[in-house]
């Protein structure tokens, strides 16, 4: 079994900064795409931003220039810095992750979810 935990979230002041992290561990062959999701109250959940294997990322339109992906693989750790934040931004994020575990199967993966509030 493999498991996602967030850390990071919390409240904030608009124009402020969060650095979300989630880590993969369990049994881990190897991890493909990591993103970041999230879910406002009362919305669908949206993707935020990818990161691949090789390290191409892609962002929504609403958080560029605001947010970065990145990912350390050595720790199975996807980062999501954010900055300049908004009320907008205010939602549950969620990781996900494409793995392949020990196995072989792939499968992908959510975390639970870390609250981030932007508010003054």
């Known amino acids: 079994q493999v498991q996602l935990v967030e850390s990071g979230g919390g409240l904030v002041q608009p124009g402020g900064s969060l650095r979300l992290s989630c880590a993969a561990s369990?049994?881990?062959?190897?991890?493909?795409?990591m993103d970041w999701y999230r879910q406002a109250p009362g919305k669908q959940r949206e993707l935020v931003a990818t990161?691949?294997?090789?390290?191409?990322?892609n962002y929504a339109d609403s958080v560029k220039g605001r947010f970065t992906i990145s990912r350390d693989n050595t720790k199975n750790t996807v980062y999501l810095q954010m900055n300049s934040l908004k009320p907008e931004d205010t939602a549950v994020y969620y990781c996900?992750?494409?793995?392949?575990?020990?196995?072989?199967?792939?499968?992908?993966?959510w975390g639970r979810g870390t609250q981030v509030t932007v508010s003054s």
């Open positions: 369990g049994s881990i062959f190897s991890i493909y795409d």
């Open positions: 990161i691949t294997s090789g390290g191409s990322t």
């Open positions: 996900h992750a494409d793995v392949t575990n020990i196995g072989r199967a792939r499968t992908t993966y």
